[in-house]
Every structure is written in structure tokens, then in C-alpha cells.
């Protein structure tokens, strides 16, 4: 793990903060999720779709590379009630294993080279929810840096190859101050 990074991520997440809520992607879409297999929450924080999808009845692990938040949602988890098995783990040097998640969820992270890799962890039909912020913004949320920020229809080309059940991206369209502005999202499934 690279110590800065995730020294970075301890001193953010040393703070007092709930997991809060799953992203729009996975909680507007969870229709879509299988009735039972494994899930995979990757660079989950506080964890809000770590604890969905295991409310779901999915078999959840839950990736981060700050040890710290992974004891605090294994603390939660635990007060829910849930089993979630938790990982502090640099998912770029250490991805997933090829054919090994149902489910994969990402929100608010964006590692280009990574998705790819995610595909491959995904077992035959598997289904990967993706959602990270966009260059076309309207607000200050998210990331200054661009390079963490996807170009208009990035997430559709990162994912090409797959099949596309659901996306979104609204960019600066229309009422800025109304719909889903700053983010894109993927509901895509592996062939």
C-alpha cells in the first residue's frame, strides 16, 4: 500500500462519520441485484453499500485501503447485525481474482486501469455498479483534480464490452439545479 495514501485516508476516516447512504447507482438499482452470491463493496469508505448489499442477503466483502475504516464498519456491521468481511488492501496493486463476484460496486473512486481487472472478477452474468463523479460539473463536489473526474461518456467507452443496463450521465443539460449533476452511472453486466 502506498503509506502516504493510506495515511491520508486513516486521518480522514479517524473522524467521527456514519456510513450514510448507497449510492444512487446501487440504491435506484437494486432490482437488478441477484436473489443470492458474493459482492464485492471496492475503495468502500464508511461502507453504506458494503451494509445494502449485505442487507440484500449477498455474501459482502468490503475493500479499503485505510485499516481504519475497515474496523469501523466491521464494528458496524457487526452492530447491524451483518456479515461483511472486511479488507484493507491497495486494490490496485492487489485486485480482485479473475471469476470471483456475482456483484461489484463502486462509487466515488476512479482507477481507469482498474475496471477492466473488475470485469474480470466478475463471474459469468456478474454485474458491476459503477458511479464517480464527471468533468461536466455544476458544482464543487467531488475531486479538483481531473484526472479523477471521467470525460463525457468515459464510463460508457470503460466499459465496453459488456452489456449496458442502465446509465446516466446529465452533464450540464437542461435545469443545472435539478437531476443527477456531477456523477455519471453504470449498471453493466459481464458477457
Same mark, same amino acid.
Given at each position: 500500500?502506498?503509506?502516504?495514501?493510506?495515511?491520508?485516508?486513516?486521518?480522514?476516516?479517524?473522524?467521527?462519520?456514519?456510513?450514510?447512504?448507497?449510492?444512487?447507482?446501487?440504491?435506484?438499482?437494486? /432490482?437488478?441485484?441477484?436473489?443470492? !452470491?458474493?459482492?464485492?463493496?471496492?475503495?468502500?469508505?464508511?461502507?453504506?453499500? +458494503?451494509? #445494502?448489499?449485505?442487507?440484500? *442477503?449477498?455474501?459482502?466483502?468490503?475493500?479499503?485501503?485505510?485499516?481504519?475504516?475497515?474496523?469501523?464498519?466491521?464494528?458496524?456491521? &457487526? %452492530?447491524? !447485525?451483518?456479515?461483511?468481511?472486511?479488507?484493507? %488492501?491497495?486494490?490496485? /496493486?492487489?485486485?480482485?481474482?479473475?471469476?470471483?463476484?456475482?456483484?461489484?460496486?463502486?462509487? /466515488?473512486?476512479?482507477?481507469? !486501469?482498474?475496471?477492466?481487472?473488475?470485469?474480470? +472478477?466478475?463471474?459469468?452474468?456478474?454485474?458491476? #455498479?459503477?458511479?464517480?463523479?464527471?468533468?461536466?460539473?455544476?458544482?464543487?463536489?467531488?475531486?479538483?483534480?481531473?484526472? #479523477? %473526474?471521467?470525460?463525457?461518456?468515459?464510463?460508457?467507452?470503460?466499459?465496453? &464490452?459488456?452489456?449496458?443496463?442502465?446509465? %446516466?450521465?446529465? *452533464?450540464?443539460?437542461?435545469?443545472?439545479?435539478? &437531476? #443527477?449533476?456531477?456523477?455519471?452511472?453504470?449498471?453493466?453486466?459481464?458477457?
Amino acid at each position: 500500500m502506498s503509506d502516504e495514501i493510506k495515511q491520508k485516508w486513516d486521518t480522514i476516516y479517524s473522524k467521527d462519520g456514519q456510513a450514510g447512504v448507497p449510492a444512487k447507482v446501487l440504491s435506484e438499482n437494486d /432490482h437488478l441485484l441477484p436473489a443470492s !452470491g458474493s459482492a464485492l463493496e471496492v475503495a468502500c469508505g464508511r461502507g453504506a453499500n +458494503a451494509l #445494502f448489499l449485505a442487507s440484500k *442477503g449477498l455474501q459482502t466483502s468490503a475493500w479499503d485501503i485505510s485499516p481504519v475504516v475497515i474496523a469501523a464498519l466491521s464494528t458496524e456491521a &457487526g %452492530r447491524q !447485525g451483518l456479515a461483511i468481511e472486511g479488507d484493507a %488492501r491497495d486494490v490496485i /496493486h492487489t485486485p480482485p481474482a479473475a471469476d470471483s463476484f456475482d456483484v461489484i460496486v463502486v462509487a /466515488h473512486f476512479l482507477e481507469r !486501469g482498474l475496471i477492466e481487472l473488475l470485469r474480470r +472478477a466478475l463471474r459469468p452474468n456478474g454485474l458491476l #455498479f459503477y458511479q464517480t463523479f464527471t468533468q461536466a460539473r455544476v458544482t464543487e463536489r467531488g475531486p479538483s483534480n481531473p484526472d #479523477f %473526474r471521467l470525460a463525457d461518456n468515459e464510463l460508457l467507452r470503460l466499459c465496453d &464490452g459488456m452489456q449496458v443496463l442502465v446509465y %446516466r450521465e446529465e *452533464g450540464k443539460v437542461g435545469d443545472c439545479q435539478a &437531476g #443527477f449533476r456531477d456523477l455519471a452511472l453504470i449498471v453493466a453486466q459481464k458477457r
